[in-house]
């Protein structure tokens, strides 16, 4: 198939484009680089010595987007483009309404240029906000309490819209829970600028010297050891929810909703544990107040995408921990350093 990625050369993205082209198909991976470094994509092109077309522009641009993806005419359109860091979108909300939601509308509008029906879209676990039920299913009500949560849930309302006016349009709107791990290669991971929000690259931080010791957000929540809980899947899983969200789109018209998550949740002294094992390295830690926007526990029902996807995220906590190390060790500054 002909498969128009964008945010390709970001963490999700170039592990997705590494499944697309070791299955043959033909990517055109649209990204600006704002967060990003274009040497994810060389690391690709090692990894699976396959080519792949790139434009380097705004999603924002609908002028050019239009007229790439009708040149390109892709069958279908994976969107990762977008900002993600919630305290920043507290910060910069129309920064982030503009990229994500007119970014989305956008790519909507030049896909319809190119007649291009199809697309799978890359929501997050944040859309649910404070859970009234544990595991989450795709049934939960959706209620986001930051601007970035909120963005996510208006693009799933855009797309849903547009589907809805035309049924031979389909759309999978993909809720990930906490991606972590890298590439088994070693050659792609994680790289955040600055310093890490998420635990798992702050982490691996510790663990290669470069920080001195983890602040634990938090010790008196209601789990079972009173550290925060989270649903972590490992990302050469999370991609591949995204090649079996594409062979269903195949066959199917509307729009469905995925949970993408492993089924169990980690508390973060059993990540700390599990890292140190990977990694043979201590994690020098101090428990600190819990972080504001922070829930005790966020766990998936991903029987939906197990069931209808015939997709299962089976990749352990070790696993994901020991291909950060590989891809740490390897490349401790990240792609640029
Ligand atoms: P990332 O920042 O590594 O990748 C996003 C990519 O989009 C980057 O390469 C960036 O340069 C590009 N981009 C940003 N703004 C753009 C613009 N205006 N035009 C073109 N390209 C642009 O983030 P990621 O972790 O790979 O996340 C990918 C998607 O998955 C995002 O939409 C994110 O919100 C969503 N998501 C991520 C997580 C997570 O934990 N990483 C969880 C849930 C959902
Ligand atoms: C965060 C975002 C979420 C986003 C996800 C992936 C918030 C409130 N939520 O989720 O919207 O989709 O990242 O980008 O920011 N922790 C520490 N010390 C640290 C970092 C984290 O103890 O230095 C703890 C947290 O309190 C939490 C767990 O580790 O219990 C996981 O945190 P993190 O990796 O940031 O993910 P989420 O908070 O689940």
Redesign the pocket.
Known sequence: MRVCL?????????HILVGLLEDGHDVLV???????SPK?LDQVRIITRSSFEVLD?????SGVLSEALSSFRPDIVI??????AVGESQEQPLRYYR??VE?SISLLEAMDQAGCQRIIF?????VYGTPRYLPYDEAHPVAPVNV?GRT?AMIEDIITDWAATDPGRSAALL?????VGAHESGEIG???KGIPN?LVPYIADVATGMRTELSIFGNDYDTRDGTGVRDYIHITDLADGHIAAMAFLEGNQGVETFNLGAGEGSSVLEVVKAFSRASNQSISYVIKPRRDGDVSESVANSSKANDVLAWKADRTLEAMCADVWRWRSRYPRGFDG
């Open positions: 964008t945010g390709g050369a970001g963490y999700i993205g170039s649209v990204d600006n680089f704002a967060n990003s994810s522009q705004d999603i924002c641009n969107h990762c483009a977008g900002l993600k990229t994500n970014g890359s929501s997050s676990a944040t970035y996510k809720r990930y829970f906490n991606p994680e790289d955040p998420n």
